[in-house]
């Protein structure tokens, strides 16, 4: 490694990404990349990636600032060849998430009001019911699979449930979800295209029905609201009608599935952190945090330069792609006291988890209730929780969590 790093754009004896053991397809980096991170983020500096032609940020001051600076948007940049790719195209070319000013912010008002923090509380306590119905499941059985009984199914629910999704229909969401966002790893290979592919045609058939019958029978739910909303005002198209119902049945649940399978096997890993919280469920709330700060469920994401810009010392030309690594900025020591311990009662937490600026996470207010409801739920009715075996984590880089948490309840 240089002892003083050069600035990405020039070249020279640099290190690069890779060369420090920056390898999404390698399952020891995925299971553990955190020493990895620490040598990149030791650099001061971006690395590159060839692989995808980005740089790769770490440290968290660098991170936050990218997040929030108006010289860096998202660009979709459509799969090719178009017609292969073209559902799963659509289903992301509309989506607020890959936008930039003026349509994200149209797209992004209609829908924030339906996610407003009071909006969210009102939801409380009929995610409560459902977390404790789910939970007395458990409970009832001795334990079994936390990420099948709990884990995967309350956020399934409760944003099936704001959008108006028929609960038999609710066991499609999780599939297709899951075959859509897998695209978004670094090297995806041709399986996993087909699979998108296929997923994102099923989705969007079955949402231009659910369109139309909305269309004939409006409901009380946010999906009827936004049905409405193209009819009325025409300020959403019948593509970004589909694009936002499919991020926000997507968003609403890949994370938060995660986090809590996170929370869940990282507090259980150590007892005396379970016992923490068990002795005081306050500590839900900071405990929730510093799950979605240790084991950051969405590693990465990226914007691309639209002009030549130095941001926090790292000089970017226009059009170069950045991979801004979430999961590496938490746990910069810079920001974070003893960043590689999990601290239930965290208190000075400013986590990079949701996002920052403008693509801040439209669900955070919601993610953070059914999670604290979920752990307190958990605390409350299922103290004697422990593991019965070792979690197995997802195969996953950008989707960090674990596939099996096995349980007893005592
Ligand atoms: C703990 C759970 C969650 C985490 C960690 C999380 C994380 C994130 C992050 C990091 C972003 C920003 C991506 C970027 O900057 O490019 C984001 C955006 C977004 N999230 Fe979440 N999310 C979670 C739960 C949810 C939930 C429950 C919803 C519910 C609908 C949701 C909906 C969205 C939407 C719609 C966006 C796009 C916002 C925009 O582009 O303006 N998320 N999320």
Redesign the pocket.
Same mark, same amino acid.
């Given at each position: 490694m240089p002892e003083t790093p050069a600035t990405p754009g020039t070249t020279g004896t640099r290190p690069t990404a890779p060369s420090l053991g920056f390898d999404p397809d390698d399952a020891a980096f995925v299971a553990d990349p955190y020493p990895v991170y620490d040598r990149m983020r030791a650099t001061g500096t971006a690395l590159a990636y060839p692989a995808n032609d980005w740089w790769l940020v770490t440290r968290h001051d660098q991170v936050n600032a990218m *997040?929030r600076h108006r010289a860096l948007g =998202?660009v979709f940049v459509p799969k090719e060849p178009y017609e292969r790719f073209a559902p799963w195209n659509l289903v992301n070319e509309h989506a607020?998430?890959e936008?930039e000013p003026p349509d994200?912010t149209r797209l =992004?008002r209609l829908?924030s009001k339906a996610?407003t923090p009071r909006r969210v509380e009102e939801l409380r306590p009929a995610i409560r019911a459902r977390t404790e119905s789910l939970v007395d499941d458990l409970v009832g059985a001795g334990g079994g699979a936390f990420v099948d009984r709990v884990a995967e199914p309350l /956020?399934v629910d409760v944003?099936g449930e704001l959008l108006g999704i028929d609960p038999i229909d609710r066991a499609l969401l999780r599939p297709w979800s899951n075959a859509i966002v897998a695209l978004y790893e670094p090297s995806p290979d041709a399986g996993v295209e087909d699979a998108a592919i296929r997923a994102a045609a099923e989705f969007t058939t079955y949402l231009r029905a659910l369109i139309e019958q909305r269309r004939r029978a409006p409901g009380e739910d946010l999906f009827s609201a936004l049905v409405g909303v193209r009819d009325d005002g025409d300020r959403l198209t019948e593509d970004e009608l589909v694009a936002t119902a499919v991020?926000?049945l997507n968003?609403?649940?890949e $994370?938060?599935v995660n986090?809590l399978s996170n929370a869940v096997a990282h507090l259980l890993l150590e007892r005396a952190r379970w016992e923490a919280v068990v002795a005081d469920p306050t500590l839900v709330p900071t405990a929730i945090e510093e799950a979605?700060r240790f084991d950051? /469920?969405?590693s990465v994401?990226t914007r691309v330069a639209a002009e030549d810009v130095t941001i926090e010392g790292i000089d970017l030309a226009a059009g170069q792609q950045v991979g801004l690594l979430?999961g590496a900025a938490n746990r910069d020591p810079a920001v974070f006291a003893e960043a590689d311990r999990f601290e239930v009662g965290r208190s000075h937490n400013p986590h990079?988890?949701?996002?920052?600026?403008?693509?801040?996470? *439209?669900? $955070?207010a *919601? $993610?953070r209730v059914?999670?604290q409801e979920a752990l307190g739920t958990l605390v409350r009715r299922a103290p004697g929780l422990e593991l019965a075996d070792e979690p197995v984590r997802r195969d996953s880089y950008q989707f960090r969590g674990f596939s099996s948490v096995p349980v007893t309840v005592g």
């Open positions: *997040l =998202r607020m998430l936008l994200h =992004r829908v996610f /956020p944003i991020l926000l968003a609403g649940h $994370a938060s986090v979605i950051t /469920p969405l994401f979430l990079v988890g949701f996002g920052a600026g403008i693509h801040f996470c *439209l669900g $955070a *919601l $993610a059914e999670l």
